[in-house]
Each structure stands twice: as C-alpha cells, then as structure tokens.
C-alpha cells in the first residue's frame, strides 16, 4: 500500500516535472542593459543580448524584496525566468542581485 | 382495475425514462471518449458540490481549527504546501499550473469565495480525505496539526506576498537538474559565474542559462 502511495507521488512528481517543461521556459541568466518601455534588457555570455517583456503579471526582485521595473538599473545582475507566448518572450519573474556597493578610495 | 393499468403504465413510463437517460448518459460518455480537456459544464460542477457536501459529515462541518495561528504555524504551513500542493494549486493558490489547468476538474482558484467561504472543518476535511473521482488525493494519516496548518494556509493565500511566493519557489518539488540550475542561480546573484551545467537535453525546458562572461 505505501509502495503504491510511493510509486503514485513520484509518478506525480514527474508528470509535473514534464508538463512545465513544457510551458515554454526561456530563462536566462545576466546583467541589466536596460529596462525601458516594458522591455528589459539583458547581456548574457559573450555578449549575446535577450530581451524580454514587462508585463503588470512580471514579478520582480532585488536582493529578494518586491521592486519596480525602474529598480533594474543597468549593471545589476538578473536570473530571469520568462515563456514564450505568441512569439514574444515574456518575464515571469526577474531576480536581481543587491546593488554593489559604491567602491571607496583606499589612498594606498 | 382502471387503478392497476395507470399503476403499469407509470412504471413503464419510469422504466422508459430510465432508459432513456441511461442511454443518453451512455452516448455523452462514447461522445466525449471521458476526456478531461473540456471544462466541467455548470451543472456537473453544481452536482458535484452537491454531492460533496452531502457526503460530509454535518459534525465534520462544524469542526474548529484546534491549532493557533501562530508566525511559526503559517511558516510550516507555507513551507508544507510548497512541497505537497503547488504542483497542483499554484504557490499563490490560483490553480495555474500544467497540472492544476489538465486536472478535472480543473484546480480551483482557492482565493475564491468557493474555496474561503468552506469552514475550516470542510477545508480539513478535504485535505484529510482527498474528493473521489477529482485529483485531489487525501493526505490523511499523518498529524492532523500539519492540516490544520494548511487551513489557516488556505485562508492566508488571498493576502499571500510576492516575497513569501519567491520563498516558496525555492521549495517546490524540481528534478536534480533543476535544483542544480536553482543553485546556479543563487550564486549567480551572489556574484560567482557558476560553471554551466550539462543541458537537460529537454529543448522545451529553457534552461541552460547563459551567463554573463
């Protein structure tokens, strides 16, 4: 009886694994180039730019509290989680590194 | 005489109804070859909170949350339903994910007023015992306390923050690679240019970031 309560979850767990790999991901990870117009952009390796929308539905974090589009200024680095939808990338969720702290003179 | 002939012929006409809706039930279900890709019609949900609620215990009900809710409570609760019911339910409730959407009956909207205005003792009483014929599985068996954390979960989930969702992420039930590009993530965000990992080979997946140079 466990065995098969067992076999039931995993086979759950991996139909669920399935199903979202099939929602359409295209995630990427890099640093903020800009974040205008409902459109953020992003530099990944080797320079190859991704872009993806803003939308009201976007979630967005930096340093793991709720922010705004205008929170993602150039330079911070961003995970994004985005699906395409139509054609168009879309941001579900944009996470975003605490702002480096401004460098200070050492004087040596 | 005149009585036992109207008495017959009713009952054929009983018999005949029967029939008939047997039969007509029988070609709806050759019809529609019991796929669960169309969306329940509004009588066969309403016939099935019906029956639901007819088939539970009236003490059941009546039933209150015997555990306070405490931070601590709704922190477990929270972590308990990230694990176990966001495949299905969403991590804000709403049902919209792969499964919750294919299931059928869909995963409701649990920040609805269907799902909030159930006593606490029906919310218990569906996460111990699970719904026939719905993809709801009864958790039942464990310490009743984890489900009565879940109640006061269920109630939290309309004011529910987009901090305690990320959270939540974080706990969902992945496949190693995905813990793996979770990982990656996170010490992406601290600053490490994590090496990539080997692609799933799942094209659809959209994983196998790129990262910055």
Known sequence: MRSAALV??????????????????????GVVMSAEGGQLTVRGVQGKEHRAALTHATRIFVAGQAARAADLKPGLR???????????????????????PARRESGK | MTARRACCAGTALIVLLLGAGLLA????????GL??????GPTEARLARMVRGFAMDPEERLRSNPVPPTPRVLAEARAHYADHCASC????????????RRLYPRAPDMRLPATQELSDGELFFIIENGVRLTGMPGWGGGPP???????????????????????MEKLNPRS???????????????????TPAPRSGHEHHGKGKEVSP
């Open chain 2, 176 to 194: 190693p690679a995905e813990w793996r590009e979770l990982q990656e993530d996170e010490q992406f965000l601290q600053g490490d240019d994590p």
């Open chain 2, 25 to 32: 039930g029988a070609l709806a279900v050759r019809r529609s």
């Open chain 1, 8 to 29: 039931s979850a995993v086979a759950l767990l991996l139909g669920s694994a399935i199903a979202v790999a099939h929602e359409g991901g295209a995630d990427f990870r």
């Open chain 2, 145 to 167: 306390e984890a489900s009565w954390g879940l109640v006061h979960f269920i109630r939290h989930l309309p004011r529910l923050g987009p901090e305690e969702i990320l959270e």
């Open chain 2, 89 to 100: 339910h969403a991590n804000d409730g709403s049902g919209a994910t792969a499964l919750g």
């Open chain 2, 35 to 40: 796929s669960a890709r169309p969306d329940p």
């Open chain 1, 78 to 100: 961003v995970v994004v989680h985005a699906r395409k939808v139509g054609g168009q990338v879309e941001a579900v969720t944009v996470q975003a590194a605490a702002p480096a």
